[in-house]
Nanobody
């Protein structure tokens, strides 16, 4: 069973930066995707960014493009989300999620139901 542990959340002023980490353990196969999702109070969980170990492809939600960067250290089974130019509307609990993918898959899964292991979440608060 894959387990995920997020870290790096906290309080930051608008315009500031944070780097979230997602460390995966129990990974058995090399072909997987990790995604970051977030959920603000009273809102549905939404996808933020995704990365595939198969071809290194990444995807971003439109509202974070140009500000957030996802990267991975496959040797450590760890994925990072560098968040720059943070805005108050970025405040949320951020979750990372894991899914095995087929070796020939191009791109990344982006829907919640495509991921089957989830971390406990890390709070990001952005003050204005």
């Amino acid at each position: 069973e894959v387990q995920l542990v997020e870290s790096g959340g906290g309080l930051v002023q608008a315009g500031g930066s944070l780097r979230l980490s997602c460390a995966a353990s129990g990974v058995t196969f090399d072909e997987y995707a990790i995604g970051w999702f977030r959920q603000a109070p009273g809102k549905d969980r939404e996808g933020v960014s995704f990365i595939s170990s198969v071809d290194g492809s990444t995807n971003y939600a439109d509202h974070v493009k140009g500000r957030f960067t996802i990267s991975s250290d496959n040797a450590k089974d760890t994925v990072y989300l560098q968040m720059n130019s943070l805005k108050p509307k970025d405040a949320a609990v951020y979750y990372c999620a894991f899914a095995y993918v087929s070796i020939g898959r191009r791109g990344t899964p982006r829907k919640e139901y495509e991921y089957n292991s989830w971390g406990q979440g890390t709070q990001v608060t952005v003050s204005s």
